[in-house]
């Protein structure tokens, strides 16, 4: 009995700790792997032109983004033949989606396109380099603004470079105002008489086909109301918190039902179903505020609107609020085995002309003047490039600077606007809604 | 030991009188199990055990991928209570589930019904009608099924000319759910196979019976179909319910990722993935699918303690 029973023990014994061996294992593993993943070499800033190298870069955007992408990088392995550049690209939403994984693992690409919705989270938790080693040697930013370059900053450190900025600006179809008997306003004009020209026009479109709408509701877009936010003497974070109350929000929202009861904007249950095309694109509407370098965008649209770029309302006495918008911008993964070679691709696609050059306008207006000079504008860049010379001298607002939740409040802002669009709530509830979300994604 | 000799069945009397090679090739057997179940096991334990545990503990701590979790306890579930988007989320959800999951089962049994009366062509039928259900969870499906609901879409003509009011459903918030209860009603192939098994199962002479006593063709389905089908329905509605819960691709689709219009589609797993892979909110997404789970083992539980009552399991006597 009892040695059979000792016979029945022995290779179960055996048995658990060989499962739970395999287990030791696996951890061990996993646990090294990680510590390869995690260990991190002193930054360097000098490159062996020996060495071969491979750079992973990834970004965000379009098949046309894509291309250009792809020649300015055969420039650079032509210029670098010690360096490979593996790309990869996909859409914004799944771009951060995989980004965030990465970082989680500590897998981030060498180079990465950033955006400064996400730039306090990847530079506050140390996921992206420091660039300071590098900004003057490997990368040069005396050609860029001042403002873009402390854009890339956070707590204090430059964890991304600015590439390209952008500004807002109003979109007018002319052409389409004239067939509509509508009076084509004027640069100076205030929010009220705004309003009040988006309702002429959407009441002169009524009955065309398709029809024609004055704009669309301007009160969803977020860096718009920053800007007003600017223009009531009113900072959008200050010291690390919001710099204004829910009433100031309520009272920007609170111009969305009357627009939304007139023909002034397009109704949001047409907007909801616009996929892969702008409401300006397709002449639905006659006006739109928007970011000046997206004109190419909508002037490119199906209907080929001819449009032309005014200052955004301000009422009078006040600032214009206005400020460049830093663009694209690019960080280099904390994980990255080549740094220095990865700053120089970072200069390379800052500074180099000729990158400036197959990108032209579609990044935005190039933030290094020396890339600039390599622009061969087109009638629409001409229209961008003289809009930004034209209001070169009103930058009188200050853009946002990179706080965590920034996405997330940007996000947030445009779902509650729209459920204000189907007055699906209040100006003062919404505002009150985005308030709790955004101090919450504040953190 | 004798005692115990005597209680060994006779088949395996030989067995025990040459225990070496018997207990090896059971060992054996043991470890070619576990060979075999390895593939299985470590990804049950790398990718659905050790993840679950992982997400109990989240549940308890705020998470931002970034940085290491903190525990904060009960705090992700106290703010769930306040949070006016959960609160629509569980709406859309409940709707979703009540009423989409009937209609798709009733929807099933009448082509069932149907496909079990009909004798030429039943085979191309079936797998005609079960079509949908293949491809109806890809994407692709979804995005036609947005298309055929747009402004002068094929839906929105077909208004126009019965004189209702014009407009597509995909930016109507009061539309846009049944777009979303007709896409799942439109996959009815899966329920369907099962419900057209059980109906085969059903015993002629029980039909045959009912007709000499005068029974017409309601009461036959009333008083033989459906009690003699209730265990395929509890199936069906156990498995399609569960299913409703956790719809995400196509309202993904349909609303482009945001829950809308106006949050009209603002489904359960849809706001938890906005919550944990938009905004950062790990701990409380996890704490979100924690209550999901938990609701989702409820209704199980309830569906089965009340199967009892309803469900009619033929076994030998209904023979």
Known sequence: ?443 | MTLELTQVPAGERRSHLHPRPRNRRRTENVRAAYVFLGPWLIGFLLLTAGPMVASLYLAFTDYNLFTAPQWVGLDNFTRLLDDPNYLQAWKVTGVYVLVGTPLKLAAALAVALLLNATVRGAGFYRSAFYLPSLVGASVSIAIVWKALFMDEGPVDVLQQFLGRPAGGWVGDPDMSMRMLILLTMWQFGGPMVIFLAGLKQVPKELYEAAAVDGAGPVRKFLAITVPMLSPVIFFNLLLETINAFQIFASAFIISGGTGGPAGSTLFYTLYLYLRGFRDFQMGYAAAMAWILTLVIALITVLFFRTSRFWVHYAGDEGR
Request: hydrophobic share 45%.
């Open chain 1, 1 to 443: 009995m009892t040695s059979r029973a000792r016979r029945g023990a022995g290779p179960r014994r055996h048995r658990v700790g060989r499962i739970a061996g395999s287990f030791v294992a696996i951890g061990a593993l996993l646990a090294a792997s990680a510590c390869t993943a995690g260990g991190s070499s002193a930054p360097s800033t000098t490159i062996d032109p020996q060495e071969k190298v491979t750079l992973n870069f990834t970004w965000w955007g379009d098949a046309s983004r894509a291309e250009r992408y792809e020649k300015a990088i055969d420039l650079f392995e032509a210029a670098n033949p010690n360096v490979t550049v593996k790309t990869s690209f996909s859409a914004f939403a799944d771009y951060w989606t995989a980004r965030n994984t990465e970082a989680a693992s500590r897998t981030l690409p060498d180079v990465f396109q950033m955006d400064l919705a996400y730039l306090a989270e990847y530079g506050g938790f140390g996921h992206v380099a420091p660039l300071e080693d590098y900004l003057g040697g490997l990368i040069d930013v005396d050609a860029v603004d001042p403002a873009l370059v402390e854009a890339g900053k956070v707590e204090g450190k430059t964890v991304a470079v600015t590439t390209s900025s952008s500004t807002m600006a109003v979109m007018l179809n002319e052409p389409l105002l004239k067939t509509l008997g509508v009076e084509v306003p004027d640069a100076d004009m205030t929010w009220d008489e705004w309003d009040a020209f988006l309702a002429r026009a959407g009441a002169a479109g009524a009955g065309s086909d398709p029809e024609v709408y004055g704009g669309v509701d301007y009160t969803a877009y977020f860096w718009l109301f920053q800007i007003w936010l600017g223009q009531q003497g009113l900072a959008f974070v200050e010291d690390g918190r919001l710099g204004f109350e829910p009433a100031d929000l309520a009272r920007w929202f609170s111009r969305s039902p009357a627009l939304n009861d007139s023909r002034a904007v397009m109704p949001p249950e047409r907007k909801a179903q616009l996929d892969g095309v702008d409401a300006l694109g397709i002449a639905e509407v006659s006006a739109d505020i928007n970011w000046a370098n997206f004109l190419p965008r909508f002037a490119e649209g199906p209907a080929s609107p001819e449009l032309s770029l005014l200052l955004p309302p301000h009422d009078e006495g006040q600032d214009t609020g206005l400020f460049l918008k830093p663009g694209l911008m690019l960080s280099i993964g904390a994980n990255s085995d080549h740094p220095a070679n990865a700053a120089q691709l970072v200069d390379f696609l800052l500074n180099d002309p000729e990158v400036a050059g197959i990108f032209g306008m579609s990044r935005g207006a190039p933030a290094s003047k020396t890339a600039t000079e390599g622009i061969e504008a087109n009638s629409l860049d001409e229209k961008i490039l003289d809009y930004q010379d034209q209001i070169a001298g009103s930058l009188d607002g200050t853009a946002p600077p990179a706080v965590k939740g920034l996405g997330t409040m940007e996000q947030t802002f445009v779902t509650v606007a729209d459920e204000l669009a189907y007055g699906r709530t209040s100006p003062q509830e919404a505002a009150d809604r985005w308030f709790a979300e955004a101090e919450i994604a504040l953190g």
